[in-house]
């Protein structure tokens, strides 16, 4: 059975087309992102595939779709992560802009022929890291200095794909794929109420290889969340307007029939 959650939009105005937002835990929420799409005027179209929900078989009535993170991984044979992977054709057919997150971003690697995997020798990605820009990814926006990690596995970039920032121990952190598909290691949404959840309620992953001490995500989060949210700020005004452009390119092209 289908369960909708629709937020309503703040900011006023006209009404803007929703966001599709796929979460992955009851308890999951959209953070900062969902905070942008609603201050700017954005519904929230919140669908759980891993609890019954279904997705759109087009997003002809959505600005676009994230696709969030979670504890399984894009290797997984569960019906709903094969079922999100596939879907994900909509939104690359369509053009619609998409934006993968962690696990979403691994999704769509895998989608378009890319590699999923664990580091070689067992590191894992967790609390505030570097990242450096390409030339390409700093053509678009400026980068934080660093980001938001929670991962164990990280994707190769697909043929096609555009590598847009790197880091150290996992090399491939952002990616874009045609004109508006994304996909990011590192979690944006971060805030820090969701810091204090993740690090109380996963403290077993913070005694891994490579993962911070739960002070340093704290502080972490002091140092570098504003400039990670000054980031998401850009990122997100970039990918709405990539809708825009497209609906208005739909409209005139109607107009003309």
């Not at 308890?27 to 997705?55: A, K, M, Q």
């Not at 696990?103 to 995997?117: I, P, R, W």
Request: proline share 7%; net charge neutral; hydrophobic share 40%.
């Amino acid at each position: 059975m289908l369960k909708r959650v629709e937020a309503d939009a703040g900011g006023g105005g006209a009404a803007r087309r929703p966001v599709l937002i796929v979460l992955h835990q009851h308890h999951s929420n959209p953070g900062h992102v969902g905070r942008w799409f609603r201050e700017h005027g954005f519904p929230l179209d919140i669908r759980r595939t891993r609890f019954g929900d279904l997705l759109p078989t087009t997003l002809e009535r959505h600005t676009g779709a994230v696709i969030f993170g979670g504890p399984m991984s894009a290797n997984d044979s569960d019906a709903f992560v094969r079922h999100e992977i596939e879907w994900l054709k909509v939104p690359l057919a369509e053009r619609r802009p998409f934006l993968g997150i962690c696990l979403g971003a691994q999704m769509l690697s895998k989608h378009l022929g890319g590699q999923v995997g664990f580091d070689p020798d067992g590191y894992a990605e967790i609390g505030y890291h570097p990242i450096r820009p390409t030339p390409e990814g700093r053509a678009l926006f400026e980068w934080p200095e660093q980001v938001y990690q929670w991962h164990r596995e990280g994707f190769s970039v697909p043929e096609g794909g555009a590598l847009l920032a790197e880091g150290d121990r996992f090399e491939n952190q952002a990616f874009r794929y045609g004109p508006a598909a994304f996909g990011i290691q590192f979690h944006p949404e971060i805030s820090q109420a969701l810091v204090y959840r993740w690090t109380g309620r996963s403290g077993h992953r913070l005694i891994m290889p490579g993962a911070r001490p739960r002070t340093a995500h704290v502080d972490g989060h002091v140092r570098y969340g504003p400039g990670q949210r000054r980031w998401l700020d850009a990122f997100l005004t970039h990918w709405v307007s990539l809708a825009e452009a497209d609906m208005a390119a739909e409209a005139a092209e109607t107009d003309r029939v």
